[in-house]
């Protein structure tokens, strides 16, 4: 069983729209999750970090977390084209500094 | 923010000879790096963790000769490609997580874009 699942897409949103990513992992006494972003041929860089159950709100971006269901999401409103990424789902393991990766969500915005 | 400088960001090499990829944090000191390689189109698999002073250790299927790694300093991780082939190219990016906090994030190199011809 995978780690911290992810749904491969691609996934396809109108522009101006709320994009939806969804995110599992199987490690109940998981802390840290985190959001990052890649486009092609670039390193991944960080969108947003959450560490309590809810929500949490930057910009565009909204993180939710459900630790009882182990799952954690990234809306993004008002898509943009330059949204169109890859999304990758992070779980931090504290024993080992080690973030344990999804496989990444293509996500596309349809002008 | 923590920068980690990667280079370099694009190298071509012979098949048979060997590549040199530095990774460095700029304003922090960072006692482990991890390498990842990722192929197109797929998520970064991580190959090694790099640890300061100590030897590094490779993820099962990764092979410690081919993939050298050097951890001399606190601000410097080297990989090195040894004997490099045509199934060695690919996007390698290292990276170096904050110890200590309790939210950890992983800053991320550049990448390099390894093509072996």
């Known amino acids: 069983q995978k780690e911290v699942e992810q749904n491969s897409g691609p996934l396809s949103v109108p522009e101006g729209a709320i994009a939806s990513l969804n995110c599992t992992y199987s490690?109940?006494?998981?802390?840290?999750f985190f959001w990052y972003r890649q486009y092609s041929g670039k390193s991944p860089e960080l969108i947003m970090s959450?560490?309590s159950n809810g929500d949490k709100e930057d910009g565009r971006f909204t993180a939710q977390l459900n630790k009882a269901s182990q799952y954690v999401s990234l809306l993004i409103r008002d898509s943009q084209p330059s949204d169109s990424a890859t999304y990758l789902c992070?779980?931090?393991?504290?024993?080992?500094?080690?973030?344990?990766w999804g496989a990444g969500t293509k996500l596309i915005i349809k002008p | 923010g923590a920068v980690v400088s990667q280079h370099p960001s694009r190298v071509i090499c012979k098949s048979g000879t060997s590549v040199k990829i530095e990774c460095r944090s700029l304003?922090?000191?960072?006692?482990?790096m991890f390498w990842y390689r990722q192929f197109p189109k797929q998520s970064l698999m991580l190959m090694a963790t790099?640890?300061?002073?100590?030897?590094?250790?490779?993820e099962q299927g990764v092979e410690k000769d081919k993939f050298l790694i050097n951890h001399a300093s606190l601000t410097l991780s080297t990989l090195t490609v040894t004997s490099a082939h045509p199934e060695d190219s690919s996007f390698y990016i290292c990276?170096?997580?904050?110890?200590?906090?309790?939210?950890?994030?992983?800053?991320f190199g550049q990448g390099t874009r390894l093509t072996v011809v």
């Open positions: 790099s640890n300061e002073g100590s030897k590094a250790t490779y």
């Open positions: 490690d109940r006494g998981s802390q840290s």
């Open positions: 959450i560490y």
């Open positions: 990276s170096a997580p904050i110890a200590g906090a309790v939210n950890t994030e992983a800053f």
């Open positions: 304003d922090f000191q960072a006692t482990t």
């Open positions: 992070a779980v931090y393991m504290d024993s080992n500094y080690q973030l344990i």
